[in-house]
Structure formats: C-alpha cells, structure tokens
C-alpha cells in the first residue's frame, strides 16, 4: 500500500495525546478512549429493539448470537485500529489507496448512508428518552438534540481528552443504570448461561438474530476508529508501534464489551420481564418503558429511559 499522501486524519487533534513518559496504568490510560467513542455506536435505538424483540419472543436463546456479534465487531474494530497506527492511515485513505475510483465512489456513498442512519438513530433515540423521562414531544427532544452538536465541538475545541472523558462518562452511567436494572430484576444465572450456548435457529428467531448482527456490527466505526487512534502521540518504531497496538487492543476490548453486556442487559430484561410473563410481541421501547412499570415499578423503567 502507498504511503499517506493526504492531509493527516482529525488534523485539530492529530496526535495531540501524549503517550511518551507514561508507564504501567498511566500508560494504559493515556490510550484509553478511542474506543469508548466507537462503542457508543453500538448502543443505539436500533440495537435496543432488536434486543426486546428477541428477548420478548424467544426468552435467553438469543443471547449467543450478541456475543457472536461482540467478538466479530471486536476483531473488526481491532483491525481497524491496527491500520491507524501502523499505516498511519484512516479507512477511507486506505481505500483510496487501494482501489480504483469507481469502486471508491460506492463506498463512499455507503458509509455516508449508514453514517445518516446512525445518526438519526441516536437523535431519535435521545428524543425518545427525553419524552418517557420528563414527557416532552417528540419534535422538541429533537430539537434539543441539536444542542448536542455544538456541546461536542466546544468539547473537541478544548482538547481530545475532553470529549472523551464526556462520552467516557455518559457510557459508564449507562453501563451503571443496566447493572442497577439487572439488580432489580434478578435474571436467572443458569438459564442467562444456558443461552450464551450455540442453538439451531428458524424461522423468525432468524430474522431476529440477522437482525441484532446487522444492528450490532457498525461499518462506519471502522472508518472512524482508524482515525480516532491517531490522536495519540507514539514513537514511530516497532516497540512504539507494538506498544500501541497492544495498549489500544485493551481499549478496544474493554470499551466492546461493556457494550456487549448493555446489549446482552436489554436481551436479558425483555427475556426476564415480558418473555416470562408472557408479553411475546415487545418490539417497542415505549411499550418496553410502560409494561416495565407495570411489573417492577417506577424506577426499573427510569433507568431504562
């Protein structure tokens, strides 16, 4: 592959994490929070109904397919991270690099589809939760949403770390809300093992399962995470190189995963809360809010929202 002959990627914040002097979890640290950014993506309105629906419908039996879903997004996403570190390179340069321009342009305009899906995705999902907490209308917690835009960039004006350290929190108060939610709803242990096992699939537990892959796999991360990681400073040697790659798998590995058990939290709550009770067609998050009061009360379906 041809050397980067364009512009460096994320040019405000290239490289403008300092790694060098750092040992041990400092060290650790100073690579954590490329990854917490991508992971987000992972933890959409679309994921979360695919979630219900499976786990409405089919109970636990599904759960094997999410962590399928984790480990195939973690090795795309490591891999993506190891063409940004050791190329130097963004997915979308690497493809103009190696392929030519008609295959490029389809490319092109299949990442900035997927990349518009996400986003409204995330707006919509924002506006939902907006109206189950406080009641707002739908076009206004859209409309809130836009402030969202110009929170992210005053953050990336002061710094890379900033915003990580934003995305950082908001990823770890989810990830606390689903423990809290596991907490009240008490799952079963053996039958949450039972269905991380591999199982024959039919029917519409297919179309479901095709459904939470294509919902749980992002391609437009891997564009992103390729340049994410090139905010961080490092020694442009092979110890350099391999440190990085090491420190940034860790990321990676920690950021996925605490995605995966949000996921896998949601597959568990609709198992444990409508499967069992026989509410088997939940496929909406607002039907999900309501019917979970109705069983546990008033702040398992707060810490849903």
């Keep these: 592959m041809a050397e980067n002959k364009y512009s460096e990627s994320l040019e405000e914040v290239h490289s403008s994490v300092s790694t060098s002097g750092k040992k041990g ?5 100073a690579f954590i929070g490329p990854a917490y950014l991508v992971s987000v993506g992972y933890m959409d309105p679309g994921n979360w109904a695919t979630d219900i629906a499976g786990g409405s419908q089919f109970g636990y ?16 996403q490591s891999l993506s991270a190891r063409l940004g570190i050791v190329k130097g390179l963004d997915l979308a340069q690497a493809s103009r690099n190696a392929f030519p321009a ?3 342009y389809p490319l092109y305009g299949l990442a900035q589809i997927a990349i518009i899906a996400c986003d409204l995705a995330e707006i919509i999902g924002m506006a939902i939760g907006l109206n189950l907490l406080f009641g707002l209308p739908l076009i206004w917690g859209i409309s809130i949403t836009i402030l969202d835009t110009f929170l992210l960039l005053f953050l990336l004006n002061k710094g890379m770390r900033m915003m990580e ?6 990823v770890f108060i989810v990830g606390v809300s689903f423990l809290a939610e596991m907490l009240i709803i008490q799952p079963s242990i053996i039958e949450v093992a039972k269905g991380l096992k591999p199982s024959y699939l039919s029917g519409n537990a297919l179309y479901i399962a095709i459904g939470i892959i294509g919902a749980t796999v992002m391609p437009h991360n ?3 995470h390729s340049s994410l990681v090139q905010t961080r400073k490092i020694e442009k040697t092979r110890k350099g190189i391999l440190e990085a790659l090491k420190f940034n798998l860790i990321d990676t590995t920690i950021a996925l995963n605490l995605a995966f058990f949000v996921n896998a939290s ?10 069992k009770n026989g509410f088997f067609e939940v496929a909406e998050i607002q039907d999900a809010y309501k019917l979970l009061e109705d069983i546990f009360g008033s ?3 707060t810490l849903f929202a």
């Design 25 to 29: 979890w400092r060290k650790l640290f």
């Design 299 to 301: 702040l398992a379906p």
């Design 165 to 170: 350290v934003f995305i950082v929190s908001m």
């Design 266 to 275: 949601i597959l568990i709550l609709a198992a444990t809360a409508f499967y």
């Design 61 to 76: 039996k599904l759960l094997w397919i999410l962590l399928m879903s984790n480990l195939i997004a973690l090795l795309l």
């Design 102 to 104: 008609w295959a490029n």
């Design 222 to 224: 891997l564009y992103l």
